[in-house]
């Protein structure tokens, strides 16, 4: 469905044979191919046009070597300064605290529930934690019922309160019960929320004045594309999130919603969802998601 990146870079470098470094008349060219693969890969307009202008910066007058091809030398510097846009390593979480909680937050279909569950089965069975979940989606019993499933099938427990309508009181009571049964992790499930439902957005920033999470994790669709970053942009304007985590990336979106948020929002991705399944979530690698973007 793409057209590979190296294909297009090929093209736009057929001009460059014979030629011993990389010139600015022939960089402007290939620059120009560059920010389209990016915009393909949903990468917004303004990070990409930053990102091939400091390329360009650093690829203007290198020497190309016999052995590498002035593509290949432009692929690395690509991948390089890809990979230190989107945080250089992967950004670990924060689970210092003798019960650390986290707050889970996004847009209603982004992935949240499923999120908590896969993160919950992640830290059980990698990290050896013992989490503890809160359903606190007052609106849809549905979404109890989801994550009561869900963490049946991890061997994770639930809190839930069918009778509440007062989330913030379900988050604090959910906390009482870790603390009451030894868990070392709570992870909120909160309601999807529109960016722009302003009721909802205070619900969220007053669960989080009460809870005090350690982690805020703002959960977004990759397929969404550019619509992620003014999402992200949103929540962490309200929230001051401390990472994001993108889903459905088993999907053929490219990925560049992952720079995007990176360079708008200037917080780390902290994973990525592959699957429906409990195991399908990776911790974020930038080096692997920028080979990714560049195809
Ligand atoms: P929520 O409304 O934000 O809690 O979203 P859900 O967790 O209910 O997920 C919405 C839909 O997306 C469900 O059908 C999930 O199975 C699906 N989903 C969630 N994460 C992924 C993912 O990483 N890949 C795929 N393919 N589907 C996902």
């Known amino acids: 469905m793409f057209e590979n990146l190296s294909d297009k870079l090929d093209r736009a470098f057929k001009v460059l044979k014979g030629q011993g470094s990389i010139s600015e008349i022939n960089v402007a060219e290939t620059m120009k191919e560059i920010r389209k693969a990016l915009l393909d890969a949903d990468v917004n307009y303004k990070t990409a046009k ?8 650093k690829a203007l007058g290198e020497n190309v070597l016999t052995t590498i091809s002035p593509g290949q030398l432009l692929t690395k510097i690509m ?3 890809l990979t230190q846009l989107m945080g250089g390593s992967t950004a670990e979480l924060d689970l210092s605290a003798p019960l650390t909680i986290i707050l889970i937050a996004g847009l209603n279909g982004a992935g949240k529930t499923t999120f ?10 990698q990290l050896k934690k013992k989490p503890l979940l809160v359903a606190d989606d007052i609106y849809r019993p549905a ?9 049946g099938q991890i061997g ?3 809190y839930a309160n069918r009778e509440s309508k007062d989330p913030v009181a379900i988050a604090l009571e959910g906390i009482a019960q870790a603390k009451a049964n030894g868990n ?9 929320r529109l960016a722009i439902d302003e009721a909802m957005m205070q619900e969220i920033e007053r669960v989080k004045a009460a809870t005090k999470p350690h982690e805020i994790l703002f959960v977004v669709d990759a397929m969404t594309g550019q619509d992620a970053v003014n999402t992200a942009k949103v929540f962490n304007d309200r929230l001051d999130f401390t990472g994001a985590v993108l889903t459905k990336l088993d999907g053929d979106t490219r990925g560049g919603a992952a720079l995007s948020i990176k360079s708008v929002v200037e917080k780390p991705i902290k994973f990525i969802g592959t699957g429906e399944k409990m195991e399908a979530l990776d911790v974020f690698h930038p080096d692997r998601m920028a080979s990714r973007i560049l195809g």
């Open 79 to 81: 991948n390089d300064e």
């Open 116 to 125: 908590t569950g896969k993160l919950a089965n992640y830290l059980k069975t």
């Open 143 to 151: 979404a109890i019922d989801q994550l009561e499933v869900l963490g």
């Open 184 to 192: 070392n992790v709570v992870i909120i499930d909160t309601a999807g």
């Open 156 to 158: 994770v427990p639930v």
């Open 50 to 57: 930053a990102f091939t202008d400091d390329v360009k910066q």
